[in-house]
C-alpha cells in the first residue's frame, strides 16, 4: 500500500517506513514532492562513522507502510544562501587578475605558476610581474623555486614546496606528451 492520498510530510519530521522489500527505513524528512510522491530522508550513515548521515530518495508508491514518529508543526529553518553575489564577484576578481597578468606581459608559466597557487591558497595575487603570496612571499620572474623570497618560516616553506611540486608535474606533462606523441613513430616503423 501506497502513501495514503492527501498525505504529505514536513520538513523536520520524523518517519518510519517499510518498503515493498520489507526494509524498514527511519530518519528526518528532509524534501518531500507531493506530485511524484518522492521522499527525501536523512538516516543515520550505514557506513558507521559518526556524525554522518545518508540521504534517501524513497518513492511512496513502493512503501507498504509508513509511520509519523515525530511531526514537525512549526516552520523549518530558512535555507543557506546561495551567496551567488559573492561567487560571482570572485569570479569577475579571478578574471580581471588573468587580465592583468597578461597585460603586464607575464609569461605563460608564470600564469600557471599562479593558478596552481591560487587553487591551494586564495590569498594570492600579481603585483607587477611578481606573485605576492599570503602578503609574505614574493616570488619572481623566472618563478623558480630560488626566485621565491619571503620570511624563512612556515610560508615560505609552504610556497616553495608548491612551486617545486607544479614544475614537477609539469615535467611530468611534458614527458607523458613526447611519449604519446612517439608512439605512433614506433608504431608505423614496426609495421613497415
Known sequence: MAAPPGEYFSVGSQVSCRTCQEQRLQGEVVAFDYQSKMLALKCPSSSGKPNHADILLINLQYVSEVEIINDRTETPPPLASLNLASKARTEKEEKLSQAYAISAGV????????????????????????IVVMEEVVITPPYQVENCKGK??????????????????VESQKILQRSQAQQPQKEAALSS
Open 107 to 130: 609569461s605563460l608559466e608564470g600564469q600557471q605558476l599562479f593558478q596552481t597557487i591560487h587553487k591551494t591558497i586564495k590569498d594570492c595575487k600579481w603585483q607587477e610581474k611578481n
Open 152 to 169: 624563512e618560516g612556515s610560508a615560505l616553506s609552504h610556497v616553495r614546496k608548491i612551486v617545486e611540486k607544479h614544475f614537477r608535474d
